[in-house]
Protein backbone atom coordinates (compact mmCIF):
# COMPACT_ATOMS: atom_id res chain seq x y z
CA UNK A 1 0.00 0.00 0.00
CA UNK A 2 1.09 3.57 -0.68
CA UNK A 3 1.04 5.24 2.70
CA UNK A 4 0.54 8.97 2.43
CA UNK A 5 3.56 10.30 3.96
CA UNK A 6 3.77 14.37 6.08
CA UNK A 7 4.25 15.97 3.03
CA UNK A 8 1.26 14.67 1.59
CA UNK A 9 -0.78 15.24 4.19
CA UNK A 10 0.02 18.89 4.43
CA UNK A 11 -0.72 19.59 0.86
CA UNK A 12 -4.23 21.91 0.71
CA UNK A 13 -7.44 19.80 -0.17
CA UNK A 14 -11.37 20.23 -0.17
CA UNK A 15 -13.59 17.42 0.84
CA UNK A 16 -16.83 17.00 -0.69
CA UNK A 17 -19.29 15.30 1.47
CA UNK A 18 -22.53 14.04 -0.53
CA UNK A 19 -24.56 13.55 3.50
CA UNK A 20 -23.79 15.03 6.61
CA UNK A 21 -21.45 12.33 8.22
CA UNK A 22 -19.83 11.00 4.76
CA UNK A 23 -16.73 13.13 5.76
CA UNK A 24 -15.99 11.61 8.62
CA UNK A 25 -16.89 8.18 7.77
CA UNK A 26 -14.96 7.81 4.81
CA UNK A 27 -11.84 10.38 5.70
CA UNK A 28 -12.56 11.95 9.23
CA UNK A 29 -8.60 10.15 10.22
CA UNK A 30 -7.23 11.58 7.47
CA UNK A 31 -8.69 14.90 7.96
CA UNK A 32 -7.39 15.18 11.10
CA UNK A 33 -3.99 14.33 10.26
CA UNK A 34 -4.08 16.56 7.41
CA UNK A 35 -4.75 19.62 9.69
CA UNK A 36 -2.03 18.29 12.14
CA UNK A 37 0.33 18.44 8.96
CA UNK A 38 -0.56 22.05 8.89
CA UNK A 39 -3.03 21.70 5.99
CA UNK A 40 -5.38 24.05 4.61
CA UNK A 41 -8.50 22.00 4.29
CA UNK A 42 -11.85 22.72 3.32
CA UNK A 43 -15.54 20.47 3.43
CA UNK A 44 -18.33 20.97 1.20
CA UNK A 45 -21.37 19.56 1.96
CA UNK A 46 -23.11 18.65 -0.94
CA UNK A 47 -27.00 18.07 0.43
CA UNK A 48 -29.16 19.02 2.75
CA UNK A 49 -30.03 16.39 5.41
CA UNK A 50 -33.42 16.56 5.21
CA UNK A 51 -34.41 12.91 4.12
CA UNK A 52 -32.76 10.73 6.82
CA UNK A 53 -35.86 10.34 9.19
CA UNK A 54 -37.98 13.06 7.49
CA UNK A 55 -41.08 9.68 8.26
CA UNK A 56 -40.55 11.09 11.84
CA UNK A 57 -39.80 14.84 12.37
CA UNK A 58 -39.87 17.22 9.78
CA UNK A 59 -37.67 17.94 6.92
CA UNK A 60 -36.52 21.42 7.86
CA UNK A 61 -35.89 20.60 11.77
CA UNK A 62 -33.56 18.04 10.05
CA UNK A 63 -31.70 20.38 7.98
CA UNK A 64 -31.27 22.47 10.92
CA UNK A 65 -30.06 19.47 12.99
CA UNK A 66 -27.82 18.49 10.97
CA UNK A 67 -26.22 21.32 9.62
CA UNK A 68 -25.73 22.48 13.19
CA UNK A 69 -23.97 18.53 13.86
CA UNK A 70 -21.82 19.24 11.17
CA UNK A 71 -20.20 22.51 12.41
CA UNK A 72 -19.42 20.88 15.98
CA UNK A 73 -18.00 17.78 14.05
CA UNK A 74 -15.58 19.74 12.01
CA UNK A 75 -14.44 21.63 14.91
CA UNK A 76 -13.68 18.58 16.68
CA UNK A 77 -11.77 17.76 13.27
CA UNK A 78 -9.83 20.72 13.34
CA UNK A 79 -11.80 22.44 10.81
CA UNK A 80 -12.67 25.96 11.40
CA UNK A 81 -16.56 26.88 10.76
CA UNK A 82 -15.36 29.46 7.82
CA UNK A 83 -13.61 26.44 5.91
CA UNK A 84 -17.17 24.53 5.88
CA UNK A 85 -19.43 24.96 2.13
CA UNK A 86 -23.12 24.09 2.48
CA UNK A 87 -24.53 23.69 -1.23
CA UNK A 88 -28.16 22.95 0.05
CA UNK A 89 -28.98 20.34 -2.80
CA UNK A 90 -32.18 18.54 -1.60
CA UNK A 91 -30.82 14.71 0.05
CA UNK A 92 -31.47 11.91 -2.45
CA UNK A 93 -31.61 14.65 -5.46
CA UNK A 94 -28.52 15.34 -6.58
CA UNK A 95 -28.71 14.13 -9.68
CA UNK A 96 -31.47 16.12 -10.96
CA UNK A 97 -28.66 19.43 -10.34
CA UNK A 98 -25.90 18.35 -11.65
CA UNK A 99 -25.13 20.93 -13.44
CA UNK A 100 -25.72 23.42 -10.73
CA UNK A 101 -23.41 21.52 -9.10
CA UNK A 102 -20.91 21.76 -11.21
CA UNK A 103 -21.16 25.25 -11.69
CA UNK A 104 -20.51 25.07 -7.62
CA UNK A 105 -17.85 22.89 -7.16
CA UNK A 106 -16.01 24.59 -10.17
CA UNK A 107 -16.37 27.52 -8.48
CA UNK A 108 -14.67 26.43 -5.42
CA UNK A 109 -11.70 24.84 -6.97
CA UNK A 110 -11.09 28.14 -8.84
CA UNK A 111 -11.18 29.82 -5.30
CA UNK A 112 -9.55 27.68 -3.12
CA UNK A 113 -6.98 26.34 -5.95
CA UNK A 114 -6.85 22.69 -3.96
CA UNK A 115 -3.63 20.45 -4.42
CA UNK A 116 -5.62 17.26 -3.02
CA UNK A 117 -9.97 16.61 -3.94
CA UNK A 118 -11.46 14.00 -1.89
CA UNK A 119 -14.82 12.58 -2.91
CA UNK A 120 -16.99 9.24 -2.91
CA UNK A 121 -15.59 6.28 -4.54
CA UNK A 122 -17.19 5.89 -8.09
CA UNK A 123 -18.62 2.58 -7.66
CA UNK A 124 -20.75 4.01 -4.72
CA UNK A 125 -24.61 2.80 -4.75
CA UNK A 126 -26.61 6.00 -3.28
CA UNK A 127 -27.39 8.59 -6.10
CA UNK A 128 -26.19 11.33 -4.05
CA UNK A 129 -22.39 9.59 -3.48
CA UNK A 130 -22.82 9.10 -7.70
CA UNK A 131 -23.67 12.10 -8.23
CA UNK A 132 -20.98 13.98 -6.11
CA UNK A 133 -18.23 11.90 -7.62
CA UNK A 134 -19.90 13.23 -10.92
CA UNK A 135 -20.18 16.60 -10.48
CA UNK A 136 -16.99 16.97 -8.78
CA UNK A 137 -14.85 15.19 -11.91
CA UNK A 138 -17.15 16.89 -14.33
CA UNK A 139 -15.86 19.80 -12.30
CA UNK A 140 -12.81 19.46 -12.45
CA UNK A 141 -12.83 18.93 -16.59
CA UNK A 142 -13.62 22.70 -16.67
CA UNK A 143 -10.53 23.38 -13.87
CA UNK A 144 -7.83 22.16 -16.04
CA UNK A 145 -5.47 21.85 -13.79
CA UNK A 146 -3.27 18.89 -12.56
CA UNK A 147 -4.52 17.80 -8.67
CA UNK A 148 -4.75 14.66 -6.76
CA UNK A 149 -8.24 12.91 -6.70
CA UNK A 150 -8.32 10.62 -3.79
CA UNK A 151 -11.87 8.22 -3.64
CA UNK A 152 -13.06 7.61 -0.23
CA UNK A 153 -15.29 4.15 -0.26
CA UNK A 154 -18.79 4.31 1.92
CA UNK A 155 -21.29 1.38 1.15
CA UNK A 156 -18.20 -0.22 -0.26
CA UNK A 157 -17.63 -1.73 2.89
CA UNK A 158 -21.23 -3.06 2.95
CA UNK A 159 -20.60 -6.99 1.69
CA UNK A 160 -19.25 -9.68 3.20
CA UNK A 161 -16.18 -10.03 4.26
CA UNK A 162 -16.25 -6.81 6.29
CA UNK A 163 -20.39 -7.33 7.55
CA UNK A 164 -22.04 -10.98 7.35
CA UNK A 165 -23.71 -12.16 3.92
CA UNK A 166 -27.28 -11.74 4.27
CA UNK A 167 -29.39 -14.92 4.84
CA UNK A 168 -32.69 -13.66 4.96
CA UNK A 169 -33.12 -15.23 1.54
CA UNK A 170 -31.41 -17.26 -1.53
CA UNK A 171 -31.59 -14.22 -3.66
CA UNK A 172 -30.17 -11.83 -1.18
CA UNK A 173 -27.34 -14.71 -0.06
CA UNK A 174 -26.23 -14.89 -4.03
CA UNK A 175 -26.42 -11.11 -4.69
CA UNK A 176 -24.03 -10.55 -1.40
CA UNK A 177 -21.91 -13.17 -2.88
CA UNK A 178 -21.84 -11.42 -5.82
CA UNK A 179 -21.05 -7.89 -4.25
CA UNK A 180 -18.43 -9.38 -2.41
CA UNK A 181 -16.63 -10.76 -5.65
CA UNK A 182 -16.82 -7.25 -7.28
CA UNK A 183 -15.72 -5.46 -4.16
CA UNK A 184 -12.75 -7.65 -3.48
CA UNK A 185 -11.69 -7.16 -6.95
CA UNK A 186 -11.75 -3.51 -6.31
CA UNK A 187 -10.15 -3.22 -3.38
CA UNK A 188 -7.35 -5.34 -5.00
CA UNK A 189 -7.10 -3.54 -7.63
CA UNK A 190 -7.44 0.32 -6.74
CA UNK A 191 -7.39 0.78 -3.21
CA UNK A 192 -4.00 0.86 -3.04
CA UNK A 193 -3.29 4.38 -0.78
CA UNK A 194 -4.02 4.64 2.76
CA UNK A 195 -3.30 6.92 5.59
CA UNK A 196 -2.40 5.37 9.05
CA UNK A 197 -4.89 6.55 11.86
CA UNK A 198 -4.49 4.71 14.42
CA UNK A 199 -3.32 7.13 16.42
CA UNK A 200 -6.44 9.11 16.06
CA UNK A 201 -9.23 7.05 16.44
CA UNK A 202 -10.96 7.84 19.57
CA UNK A 203 -11.03 11.91 18.48
CA UNK A 204 -12.39 10.45 14.78
CA UNK A 205 -15.21 8.67 16.95
CA UNK A 206 -15.67 11.71 19.21
CA UNK A 207 -16.23 13.33 16.07
CA UNK A 208 -18.67 11.03 14.21
CA UNK A 209 -20.47 11.23 17.85
CA UNK A 210 -21.31 14.88 17.66
CA UNK A 211 -23.55 13.30 14.58
CA UNK A 212 -26.76 12.51 16.94
CA UNK A 213 -29.05 12.47 14.93
CA UNK A 214 -27.30 9.37 13.02
CA UNK A 215 -25.58 7.61 15.80
CA UNK A 216 -28.26 7.70 18.65
CA UNK A 217 -32.00 7.81 18.92
CA UNK A 218 -33.32 11.73 19.35
CA UNK A 219 -36.70 9.35 20.94
CA UNK A 220 -37.40 5.81 21.73
CA UNK A 221 -38.71 4.72 18.63
CA UNK A 222 -38.07 2.02 17.09
CA UNK A 223 -37.95 2.74 13.71
CA UNK A 224 -35.01 5.75 14.09
CA UNK A 225 -32.53 4.51 12.79
CA UNK A 226 -29.12 4.75 13.04
CA UNK A 227 -25.22 3.57 12.19
CA UNK A 228 -25.14 1.49 14.52
CA UNK A 229 -28.63 -0.43 13.26
CA UNK A 230 -27.05 -0.85 9.73
CA UNK A 231 -25.88 -4.87 9.22
CA UNK A 232 -26.14 -4.95 13.10
CA UNK A 233 -23.39 -3.24 13.69
CA UNK A 234 -20.64 -4.41 11.41
CA UNK A 235 -20.41 -1.63 9.29
CA UNK A 236 -19.86 0.59 11.31
CA UNK A 237 -16.78 -1.14 12.62
CA UNK A 238 -15.45 -0.85 8.98
CA UNK A 239 -14.16 2.65 9.58
CA UNK A 240 -12.42 2.28 12.92
CA UNK A 241 -9.27 0.15 11.48
CA UNK A 242 -5.91 1.63 11.05
CA UNK A 243 -6.16 2.80 7.66
CA UNK A 244 -8.36 5.20 5.80
CA UNK A 245 -7.78 3.70 2.16
CA UNK A 246 -8.16 5.82 -0.58
CA UNK A 247 -8.51 4.93 -4.62
CA UNK A 248 -5.99 7.46 -5.65
CA UNK A 249 -5.30 8.72 -9.17
CA UNK A 250 -4.19 12.17 -11.28
CA UNK A 251 -6.82 13.79 -13.04
CA UNK A 252 -4.30 15.64 -15.45
CA UNK A 253 -3.04 12.61 -16.91
CA UNK A 254 -5.97 10.82 -16.65
CA UNK A 255 -7.37 13.29 -19.28
CA UNK A 256 -3.74 12.73 -21.46
CA UNK A 257 -4.79 9.71 -22.02
Not at 109 to 123: S, V
Not at 214 to 236: I, K, N
Request: include cysteine; glycine fraction near 6%; aromatic fraction near 12%.
Amino acid sequence: MNELDEHDLSRSAVVFSPHFDDETLGCGGTIIKKKRAGADVKIVFMTDGSKSHRHLIAEDQLRTIRATESVAVCRLLGVDVHDIFFFGFEETKLKQHLRSATNKVTEVLLREQPEQIFIPYFREAPSDHFATNTAVLSALRLYRKNILVYEYPIWFWQCWPWVSIPKHSLRAMVGGLRKSFVSGLDLIKNFRCGVYIGDVLGLKRAALDQYKSQMTRFFAHPHWRTLTDVSDGEFLKCFFREYEVFYQHNFQDENEL
